[in-house]
T-cell receptor
Framework: AQSVTQLGSHVSVSEGALVLLRCNYSSSVPPYLFWYVQYPNQGLQLLLKYTTGATLVKGINGFEAEFKKSETSFHLTKPSAHMSDAAEYFCAVSVDSGGSNYKLTFGKGTLLTVNP | DAGVTQSPTHLIKTRGQQVTLRCSPKSGHDTVSWYQQALGQGPQFIFQYYEEEERQRGNFPDRFSGHQFPNYSSELNVNALLLGDSALYLC??????????FGAGTRLSVL
């Protein structure tokens, strides 16, 4: 079974500061990893994904994440926070079995607050 | 190109009633997954449909059932509603091993 731990339920940064949201996973087989963002009263929007290949993944809105197998981590970063980045962020893990796309297992989420 | 659409957006039911939620996948997608998101929590996997069959199921009781139609759209049915079923229900679509794309969800309130 897979699991995800997001360290820090609430992260607060100043506008223009570095954003770092932490995610650690557990999986007995090579994982697929995802970051999603959820704005109030909305569904989830895919920010980026790691499946295979390059371990540094670039996503939308200037976000990127690095897959570190030795640390079982997939932390999300953005060099400079914007007010519009304030939202809830979810890390998720999945595994691919026989070319089929199975369930996503989510972390509990990290609420990002951006202060002016 | 329309994304994943869900209906209705909001729903109020009373305990013991039954509810049906609907989902139309993103164009070209053939797989639909359903998730329950309780307030302040991450989404929890309910089940996934592919080729009109339930392919995998999460830890939810049999009161939760689903269906996928030949056009790939899907329904989630919940019988004998409990107060604890109040949540945001999210539908996600994908193409086999591709990433899952979510709809805006249906907010279910059980009174």
């Amino acid at each position: 079974a897979q699991s995800v731990t997001q360290l820090g339920s609430h992260v607060s940064v100043s506008e223009g500061a570095l954003v770092l949201l932490r995610c650690n996973y557990s999986s007995s087989v090579p994982p697929y990893l995802f970051w999603y963002v959820q704005y109030p009263n909305q569904g989830l929007q895919l920010l980026l994904k790691y499946t295979t290949g390059a371990t540094l993944v670039k996503g939308i809105n200037g976000f990127e994440a690095e897959f570190k197998k030795s640390e079982t981590s997939f932390h999300l970063t953005k060099p400079s926070a914007h007010m519009s980045d304030a939202a809830e962020y979810f890390c998720a893990v999945s595994v691919d079995s026989g070319g089929s796309n199975y369930k996503l297992t989510f972390g509990k989420g990290t609420l990002l607050t951006v202060n002016p | 190109d329309a994304g994943v659409t869900q209906s209705p957006t909001h729903l109020i039911k009373t305990r013991g009633q039954q509810v049906t939620l609907r989902c139309s996948p993103k164009s070209g997608h053939d797989t639909v997954s359903w998730y329950q998101q309780a307030l302040g929590q991450g989404p929890q996997f309910i089940f996934q449909y592919y080729e009109e069959e339930e392919r995998q199921r999460g830890n939810f009781p049999d009161r939760f059932s689903g269906h996928q139609f030949p056009n790939y759209s899907s329904e989630l049915n919940v019988n004998a509603l409990l107060l604890g079923d109040s949540a945001l229900y999210l539908c996600a679509s994908s193409l086999r091993s591709g990433a899952q794309y979510f709809g805006a969800g249906t907010r279910l309130s059980v009174l």
